[in-house]
């Protein structure tokens, strides 16, 4: 054996491999948790931080690289796959398609979002199953009523879907408006709580 | 520029990190320059600008971190051995070579390492060690030279 190759070959046993993840969040290092999860309306990930449940990204319009690129983005790129930090979010998320569940119960942590966004979400969490609002009733809800644009895009940057109801919201005539992950998850998801849609 | 998620960089270097951290410090101390090594680039990696060579950018701080062991008497060296341990407690793994390589100036065995064990290319080694591809390139032979000399001189 060459000098070369025997400097290449290992000098001994590599040691266990170290549970970085767990040293990131030991040290206060972990930006995101995230686990996958196949959902009937499609495929998300959902991520966490130690304040709560941060993003329920669809990969209905993109891929998981481009979804984990905008999380980094959004949140930092310390992630790590781990599912016991949305565990108790994914059995919620079950139940609920599982027509078991009509309501969320996990904390969720919406810190990188502007007060406005946070006033728009709040209103919208408090439209219940099975009952939609409108972009100009939730304006007028939080006390801007021509800010209809501005609420559906505040909407629009709804980290939470499903968790928080904002495919509730149509548009005034019963238009369904837009959605994070397209407008027919948001149809599907308005069926499963029996909205009959235009 | 989006960077990988940390975890994607531990599953696919992870390897190539360890086998440097275990021969740059023996078996071992290798764990605990690891773990230094990890949580240094926890620290840094919100930082980083460029998602090229990340596998690099870790051996790179595995190097720094393996230098500072080496200059604080971290080594695993036959010379540090007590004179008189019985050749069976000696660690089999630790053999004539790589008693060879800690016994190289640090310059020479870090060009050693980061050529042989880390399969950084010239360039890069020039970079991390502060020379000319063309130095670099001549420090890797230089140390591949005295180890040839040395180890011969101790073969029986």
């Known amino acids: ?198 | 520029m989006t960077l990988p998620p940390f975890g994607a960089l531990v599953d696919e270097h992870r390897d190539r990190l360890a086998r440097f951290c275990v021969a740059a410090v023996g078996p071992t101390d290798a764990s605990d320059l690891e773990h230094d090594t990890w949580l240094a680039a926890l620290r840094a990696y919100p930082t980083v600008v460029s998602d090229q060579n990340l596998g690099g950018w870790l051996v790179t701080i595995a190097h720094r971190k393996a230098i500072d062991r080496w200059r604080t008497g971290h080594r695993e060296t036959a010379t540090d051995q007590v004179p008189d341990v019985p050749a069976a407690a000696v660690d089999v793994v630790d053999d004539g070579l790589w008693a060879a390589v800690d016994r190289l100036p640090d310059g020479a065995r870090s060009a050693v390492l980061l050529r042989y064990v880390a399969d950084l290319p010239y360039a890069d080694i020039g970079t991390e060690l502060g020379c000319s591809e063309a130095a670099a390139r001549q420090r890797v032979r230089a140390g591949l030279s005295t180890l040839r000399t040395t180890i011969t001189r101790e073969q029986p």
Not at chain 1, 53 to 63: C, F, R
Not at chain 1, 81 to 89: C, S
Not at chain 1, 140 to 147: F, H, N, Q, V, Y
Not at chain 1, 182 to 192: D, P, S, T, W, Y
């Open chain 1, 1 to 198: 054996m060459s000098l070369e190759t025997e400097l290449a070959a290992t000098r001994g046993p590599l040691p266990a491999a170290p549970d970085v993840g767990a040293l990131a969040a030991a040290e206060g290092l972990l930006d995101l948790s995230v686990a996958r999860m196949h959902l009937p309306v499609g495929d998300v990930i959902l991520a966490a931080t130690d304040r709560g449940l941060a993003a329920i990204h669809y990969l209905t319009l993109e891929d998981e690289d481009a979804a984990l690129g905008h999380l980094a983005a959004a949140f930092g790129p310390r992630i790590f796959f781990d599912d016991d930090p949305t565990a108790r979010a994914r059995r919620q998320l079950s139940e609920y398609f599982e027509g078991t569940r009509t309501t969320f119960d996990v904390p969720v942590d919406l810190a990188t979002l502007t007060g406005f966004q946070r006033d728009v979400l709040d209103a919208c969490a408090a439209i219940p199953f099975g009952a939609v609002s409108t972009y100009g009733d939730l304006a007028g809800d939080i006390g801007r009523p021509r800010a209809n644009r501005a609420v559906g895009n505040a909407l629009g940057a709804n980290p939470v879907p499903i968790v928080i109801p904002c495919h509730r919201v149509l548009r005034t005539g019963g238009n369904l408006g837009g959605y994070t992950g397209g407008v027919q998850v948001k149809a599907r998801l308005l069926e499963h709580e029996g909205v009959v849609t235009a």
